[in-house]
């Protein structure tokens, strides 16, 4: 007969006695506790190629392909009450969480540095600089100051090299009786453009009836009564003679006004050679 057809028939003959069923124990179902009990009870653990686990006292066998196989506790063993003592397992102790080393990690910069490219210098525009201070030479005569002015600028900022929107610029700076602005535009014209006074055009032709210039000279001389020591505005004068073409009397004017004992100015210094050569 196979060993397996031997354990199935074992296993039924144990679940038929009335010990087994009562625990394993004898009558009553009592067993003196530490003592094995001795009939033989049937687990209920099975395993592939092998047949029901039998226990019989402390140790326990499987009957497998080739025969009975000893099982270790727990399932060899069986106590007094006639169920498995539970058996607690070793619980594997975390492993300490151990952070990385933090990287080495070079400061951040408390500011880019940005390599900007050296910028190119734009060439002047002179054919769109003289557009507007066409544009602005129209809105002069219209008696519009801040439009004229404006148009000047955008003539400066087309060709920084060019002197005849500064010396406009000087026309309404000296129509709204700022002298010394006026001279430091004339300065401007002179330093952006050297020379600009040998082919200056008529500042006359600027305004729209030779009675405006004529009123216009006489607020400067009414002015000069009042305050005779005004550089600036003596310098006004002469330019205005010069540049309408009445060259003998703004030569007077710039002989009065040169000075050693002053620092050099250059405006004045350009008219008295402008006036010397005439």
Known sequence: MPWRSVGWLLAMLALADPTARAGGHGAGGQAAAGVPARSMTLGAVSQPYCGPILFSG???????????????????????????????????????????????????????????????????????AAELVTVGDRMFRAGNLPRAQFRYEQAIEAHPNSAAARVRLAEIALARGQYAEAVDRLREAQAAEPGWIDHASDVQALFPEPTKFAALIARIEAHLQRHPDDRDAWLMLGAQWFLSGRVALAADVFLRLDDPSRPPDDILQAFLDASKTE
Request: hydrophobic residues 30%.
């Open 58 to 128: 402390p140790a326990g066998f499987a009957w497998g392909r080739y025969g009975p196989v000893p099982l270790p506790p727990p399932f060899g063993v069986i106590a007094p009450g006639g169920y498995f003592p539970p058996t607690p397992l070793p619980i594997p102790r975390p492993t300490p969480y151990v952070p990385f080393p933090p990287r080495a990690v070079a400061p951040a910069p408390m500011f880019r540095v940005r390599h900007e490219r050296p910028r190119r210098r734009r060439s002047g525009n002179p054919a769109r």
